[in-house]
């Protein structure tokens, strides 16, 4: 399952960043890493972005970006 599958209030750990490069370090910059919990808060009104909590912060992040990231 992807970050982008979980639904709204449910919360997930990180297993694996499905990326490589730039992606992968831009979403790890953002405290998205292996054995993170993730909490989904929001949809925007047309679905994307997505507002995550994560560490303690809020954070938006595309849908397509959220696809790449594994959770359980």
Wanted: no cysteine; glycine share 8%; net charge positive.
């Amino acid at each position: 399952m992807t970050l982008r599958d979980v639904e709204l209030g449910k919360s997930a750990d990180v297993v694996k960043l499905n990326s490589e490069g730039v992606i992968k370090r831009r979403i790890m910059d953002m405290g998205i890493t292996k054995g993170a919990r993730v909490t989904v808060n929001k949809f925007a009104p047309l679905g994307d972005p997505i507002e995550l909590t994560v560490r303690g912060y809020n954070l938006s992040i595309r849908k397509a970006d959220a696809a790449l990231i594994e959770v359980e």
